[in-house]
């Protein structure tokens, strides 16, 4: 064996320059593998393997020096077949061509049949306590402290789709609970589309693309889409969700998230109680803005998994509260004159308050996506002591499909040895053998009783930790396939959802439905999804219709009038600004001692400071440029400011004089930076200016007095630009509410 440590022995590899320290200048710069994490090794309780501790490990693909094959061999060559003589054919007994190129031949495995796109991160869950008077979970007991995996997703697009398209979002929570592993499968919509997990192929079919052409991807805005929901009319309270800006998160990290359907908790007395559950992000709920939206899926679809990724390795931790709505638990399974049964139906916050029951925070990125956001399998029935299920038709369907799914997707019955999805709890099980099995077990008798593995395992009782399935009375009745008469009413809730945004909030509405309904080609399916509209709110109907320029029906049902439930509204409320993007727009010309202290007070304000230029590198050869007029899109900004001294473009094309593109008197501007700071605009994003920067906003054509235009010196900016972000948008520039 020659000597390892001595590099004169390597093989050298011709025209390559020994490797150089990198220099980190953005935070998506490819670093060094991660060391192995404590939590991908197997617990020592896991069943024994009979692998001696300290075992070379073979996970982590690159932790040695040389090129091996799987089975260890250290390698020469990598580059070349063997081969007989340099122009003859290739030898059948290349070992290495054959393992590499098989290996390659099956690296992709199914992707989910829905929540195909996802993100993923690591974090801790840490409890209040609070429930502790209602679920006897040990995770949710005083200051215990619970590693967690958040999968978040779209729904409908294949795994290489875009973000930002108009979908509901997956919001997947892997407790690692020293009791078990704890699931809570949810989306960043409280309801679903139908109300009978039976009906779920029939949704996703009709979502999809079409099957012929395989068109549109990722899109609710076809007709298969709009056929079903204006059939089956449950779907029409979340499909109201998706046509608002819910439906186009700003960031995974401003995104609420939902368990949807009831869950029974039993505390340690054995008494239970009702609960939804709520995740409420720090930073707010905040959304995009459709056009912005599109834009993003062209110019950067990783839009979302850059976001999290960039917030996490920057140190901006995302954080959740995670609450619980408690109701109690009565026969009829009623609160309010609202079956909890019914996956379709809130419960208005107004009504049951969110109580906070502890925080999660999301601190540390995935080190490789496969192993961890693929092979991450979740399920609804994943519960432990204290959180149980009820008997919502939905849920109970989903607690048979996603083991079945992980079959398939993971190929196996042994998922759950793949590390990310082992419990951090001991695992004694008496489940054998399959494929993929990574367990060596030891002993006889896996089979429960036994007088052989000295009657090993043993059944607990409650008091040791046991899961309670809780003893709830079923009701003597017959065997039919019929809802209750409560899942009746479909129109109630999206009416009183519609009735609670802001006018602002309504517009944006109105015209999601016009967008989708316009992209269909079938005028009866328009004409059904108007009449649900017209039964819905009466102004709703009569918008879209003339939009699509078709006529309003008038309602055939009279839906309840609810009280509107402000909790609904995005708009209104302010955040704080931790993690914005603030684009500055900067040239040779630029006073750098003005644009280095606005970047410090930016910084110091935990927002995060671009700067724009014509061209990379270093401005003035001390502030480096992250952006060029190129790479730039308003998009990728919260605010966008134009630093004082220049003009922006002073290689701005000749068409664009001030004759052409600019208002009198005004300079020529590069027409990137009017595309950028007019987007920026029309979005409602705030802007600012001092000194010569406020005729290049002139020039793009931005009222100076416009609402969220800040002219001010560079030392007043930032707290003034702070105000305007709080509340996300300067919502009074956009035309409707000017008009209401
Ligand atoms: Fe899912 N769902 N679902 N779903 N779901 C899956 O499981 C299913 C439903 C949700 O990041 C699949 O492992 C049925 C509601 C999320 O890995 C599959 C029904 C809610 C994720 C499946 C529903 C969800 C999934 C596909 C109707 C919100 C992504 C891959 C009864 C409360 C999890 C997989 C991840 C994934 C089935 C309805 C959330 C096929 C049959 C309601 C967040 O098993």
């Not at 992707?111 to 993100?119: F, L, T």
């Not at 993971?410 to 999805?421: E, R, T």
């Amino acid at each position: 064996m020659p000597d390892q440590s001595t590099p004169a022995n390597e093989v050298p590899i011709p025209g390559v320059p020994a490797p150089q320290a990198p220099s980190l200048t953005e935070p998506t710069e490819p670093h060094d593998p991660l060391p192995p994490k404590p939590d991908q090794d197997a617990p020592e309780t896991v069943s024994p393997t009979g692998v001696p501790s300290g075992a070379p490990k073979t996970s982590n693909a690159q932790s040695g020096r040389y090129l091996t094959t799987a089975q260890g061999a250290r390698l020469q060559n990598t580059d070349h077949s063997l081969k007989a003589g340099p122009r003859g054919p290739v030898l059948l007994q290349d070992h290495h061509l054959r393992e590499k190129i098989t290996h390659f031949d099956h690296e992709r495995i199914p992707e989910r049949v829905v929540h195909a796109r996802g993100a993923a991160a690591h974090g801790v869950f840490v409890a209040n306590g609070a429930a502790e008077g209602i679920t006897r979970a040990g995770f949710l007991a005083k200051d215990a402290q619970t590693p967690v995996f958040v999968r978040f997703s779209t729904v409908l697009g294949s795994r290489g789709s875009a973000d930002t398209v108009r979908d509901t979002r997956g919001f997947a929570t892997k407790f690692y609970t020293d009791e078990g592993t704890f699931d809570l499968v949810g989306n960043n919509i409280p309801v679903f589309f139908i109300q009978d997990a039976i009906k779920f192929p029939d949704v996703i079919h009709a979502g999809k693309p079409h099957p012929d052409r395989e068109i549109p991807q990722a899109q609710s805005a076809h007709d298969t889409f709009w056929d079903f929901v204006s059939l089956h009319t449950e779907a029409q309270h979340h499909t109201m969700w998706n046509m608002s800006d819910r439906g186009i998160p700003r960031s995974y990290r401003t995104m609420e998230g939902f368990g949807v359907h009831t869950f029974r908790v039993v505390n340690a007395k054995g008494e239970t109680s009702l609960v939804k559950f709520h995740w409420k992000p720090r930073l707010g709920v905040h959304s995009l803005v459709w056009e912005e939206a599109q834009i993003i899926n062209g110019m950067d679809p990783d839009y979302h998994r850059r976001d999290l990724a960039d917030a996490i390795e920057a140190g901006a931790y995302p954080e959740w509260d995670l609450g619980v709505q408690v109701f109690p638990d009565t026969e009829e399974e009623m609160f309010a004159g609202i079956d909890l049964l019914d996956p379709t139906k809130i419960v208005p916050e107004e009504l049951a308050p969110v109580q906070i029951i502890g925080t999660m925070t999301l601190n540390r990125n995935t080190t490789n996506y496969f192993a961890e956001t693929e092979q991450v399998a979740f399920h609804p029935g994943h519960l432990v002591p204290g959180i149980d299920v009820t008997n919502d038709p939905l849920l109970q369907g989903r607690l048979f499909s996603y083991i079945d799914t992980q079959l398939t997707r993971l190929g196996g019955p042994n998922f759950h040895q793949i590390p990310i999805n082992r419990p951090h709890a001991p695992v004694n099980d008496m489940l054998r053998d399959g494929f993929h099995q990574d367990a060596v077990h030891s002993g006889v008798a896996p089979y429960q009783p036994n007088s052989l593995d000295g009657g090993c395992p043993f059944l607990a009782g409650a008091d040791m930790g046991a899961f309670i399935d809780v003893p709830v009375p079923v009701a003597e009745s017959r065997k039919v396939r019929q809802n209750p008469a409560t899942f009746d009413d479909h129109y109630s809730q999206p009416r009183q959802f519609f009735r609670s945004l802001t006018p602002v909030e309504q517009d944006h509405v109105i015209q999601a439905y016009t967008f989708e309904l316009g992209k269909c080609y079938e005028e009866n399916i328009k004409v059904r999804q108007l009449q649900a509209l017209a039964n819905i709110d009466e102004r709703l109907c009569t918008e879209v219709a003339a939009g699509l320029g078709l006529p309003a029906p008038a309602p055939t049902v009279q839906p309840e009038d609810t009280d509107p439930s402000p909790a609904l509204r995005q708009v209104g409320r302010t955040w704080p600004v931790d993690g914005r993007i603030i684009g500055i727009l900067a040239d040779d010309s630029t006073d750098l001692a003005d644009l280095e202290r606005l970047r410090t007070a930016v910084d110091a304000a935990n927002m995060v400071p671009l700067v724009i230029a014509p061209k990379g590198g270093m401005l003035g050869g001390q502030v480096p440029v992250q952006r060029t007029y190129l790479t730039a899109r308003s998009t990728e900004f919260d605010a966008v400011i134009v630093a004082g001294a220049g003009e922006h473009g002073p290689d701005a094309l000749d068409s664009l004089d001030a004759k052409a593109g600019n208002p009198a008197g005004h300079p020529a501007i590069d027409p990137r930076v009017a595309i950028l700071l007019t987007e920026a605009y029309r979005h409602s994003k705030a802007l600012a200016a001092w000194g010569s920067g406020t005729a290049v906003l002139a020039a793009s054509g931005i009222p100076e007095e416009a609402p969220g235009v800040l002219m001010e010196d560079v030392d007043s900016l930032v707290p003034r630009l702070t105000e305007l972000l709080a509340q996300h948008r300067v919502w009074e520039r956009f035309p409707v509410a000017q008009s209401a």
